[in-house]
């Protein structure tokens, strides 16, 4: 018997609570929003979110969307209220909550833990996305004493939002955030805080290596502070080993600064090996590994209507563009255009621009 | 009295050398390639980049492109035969190869040390682009001895190549180029090593945070070992303050799992200002702050055709599109498509495109 999902109230209506109200909204879903700051419950409203306050009958899922030590408290109130069927979180961290949530008394049978693991830069509910979740995995951490219907709505919350469900322990969890998002973040604001007083004619120098390296040191410091907190001891023991190789890694170039250069060299040519190795495992945008895409790369010029004629133009050749960056040029005289296309089609698509008059580059 | 260049020889026709080469061949400028493996020149001249071989006659300037411990071997042989009226490099570090240009003996007033901000993860002359260079940097570092014609030649190359010169002692250039890219790429394969034996179940829930953080791990790493290498003090410099940093963020993590918790997480939360504070004086794209973009984010079907109608409709709207960014869902039924324009505007393209039908979200 499939499970079905007709209403939903949110707790917590930033970022990730109006974008779930968004996604699940599309879907035909009746959404209620209420945040401790009613105001920003009205805004998620005006963004086509659902309707601010609490559902006036008992609703099938509650989706408790506040920062980690908060989770605890929102559940028992609602549960004690009888507010929905089920009750899940979407807390970035897993074990916390839930020893809280054990410790408040709270009915597990009706409640099962979750991650969507996405996010932005921006936050609140104005950065709000219906499809933030489409294609990310969102973990489910149920606990032995979820029940069937506890779990059929929360698979059912995350496959309307377009999500792939992940099943885990909560602490198996909280370490592989840890691993790929949390220290991430931390080592991202520490290479950014070495900007923080640097001569102005160092910082000119930066290109889209320091810029990517540091993107998320941008993000809500709150939010990450309480992320990081909730998760202190695992975040810890990644940080550690990097440490480890960090200063292995000062050591070897002190010492190919010195004398002894050449067994440091072979020290710094492992640590990047590692670094390629590591780096190749991460899986492509859509958590698959990168599809074999190619680039057809066009220069362009600048007049309203390129853009335009040159979709135009590729649409003729029947094949579906599936990214487009455009780089100007300062003087805004000219544009290079790559488009992303199947890689068994760019030479196509390039012959075909070419006899078109374009300025296919390579 | 305008300094003309008019005949170029490069001398490596890696990724650098060739994208000068393709950059300085669309001024007209004739361009001779020289590569230590002259399949490499012949590929470079095959993609456009100019005559694979030596000059027949005395050029007006030589560009050095070869690793930073070659630049003097190479600049003392090519004085000796009298190649060029000039000669400057593009070595990643300053100081270094001047200190073996000197003890070489190389003729110091027709040598101009040079150092391009530009790269991308792929090398090779079959990655060499003629934009390379456009609004980036390009540090000069002339010496005392050098003349006016070097001087007057290598900032002609750096302006047809449509970057911008930055002149700069080698010393602040090395100790500049260990903070904003030599750290940082360090730092990003420490980070993605942590990744290369983690359990495929934490691997899978990477995200873009994560995937920009160590993009730039994926480099060559025979080039950053030689880079890396080369300005050995300067990184180790950089790292070190890093590594004082991440200690104390480490001991700060301890102290909040354990008791101690509330002091430690002010500190937490410093780090993390720091990072905001740093990160927030990398200036945009192309060196300026980020101009005042709005994004229109416009949800279309996935058929062959559907970007050229909306980009045609745009067009009607008689704007220019600054950027394209295109998330597609995984299962291919609809995109996203944002739109960067002029913020002045962006209301204007979002009710125009509405008019005529478009799904404008937010």
């Not at 973040?185 to 950014?192: D, E, F, I």
């Not at 890694?249 to 250069?261: E, F, P």
């Not at 190795?277 to 066009?298: D, E, F, L, N, Q």
């Not at 563009?321 to 100007?328: L, P, T």
Request: charged share 25%; with cysteine; aromatic share 2%.
């Amino acid at each position: 018997m499939a499970v079905e999902l007709r209403q939903v109230v949110v707790y917590g209506t930033g970022l990730i609570g109006t974008s779930i109200a968004l996604a699940v909204r599309e879907a035909g879903v009746r959404t209620f929003l209420v945040d401790s700051a009613p105001g920003v419950a009205r805004t998620a409203a005006a963004r086509g979110a659902g309707e601010a306050g609490e559902p006036d009958a008992l609703v099938d899922l509650a989706v408790i969307a506040v920062p980690p030590a908060r989770v605890a408290d929102v559940l028992i109130d609602a549960q004690r209220r009888g507010v929905a069927r089920a009750y899940t979180d979407v807390a970035s961290v897993k074990a916390l909550p839930l020893e809280r949530v054990i410790a408040a008394g709270c009915d597990l049978s009706s409640y099962v833990g979750g991650h969507p693991l996405a996010g932005r830069e921006r936050s609140g509910p104005m950065a709000a996305r219906a499809d933030l979740f489409v294609g990310r995995p969102w973990v489910l951490t149920p606990s032995s004493a979820s029940g069937g219907q506890a779990r059929g709505l929360a698979t059912a919350l995350v496959e309307l939002c377009g999500a792939t469900p992940v099943e885990m322990e909560p602490d198996a969890h909280d370490h592989a955030v840890a691993l790929v998002s949390h220290a991430p973040h931390l080592l991202a604001a520490l290479m950014a805080a070495r900007l923080e007083h640097a001569p102005d004619s160092a910082v000119r120098l930066s290109g889209q290596g320091v810029r990517d390296v540091t993107r998320i040191a941008a993000g809500d410091r709150a939010l990450w502070e309480e992320i990081l907190g909730a998760n202190a001891d695992a975040v810890a023991d990644v940080l550690e080993a990097v440490a480890d190789d960090l200063s292995g890694a000062v050591a070897a170039l002190r010492r190919i600064a010195g004398a002894d250069g050449e067994r440091a060299r072979l020290e710094l040519a492992e640590v990047l090996r590692r670094g390629n190795t590591g780096h190749a495992r991460i899986p492509g945008k859509h958590g698959a590994p990168p599809a074999p895409y190619s680039v057809v790369p066009v220069l362009i010029g600048d007049q309203p209507g390129e853009l335009a004629r040159l979709f135009s133009d590729a649409g003729e050749a029947k094949l579906n563009i599936e990214d487009v960056r455009i780089e100007h040029s300062p003087n805004q005289r000219a544009g290079l255009v790559e488009l992303l296309v199947n890689a068994d089609r760019a030479e196509d698509l390039a012959a075909e621009l070419r006899e078109r008059g374009w300025d296919v580059q390579g």
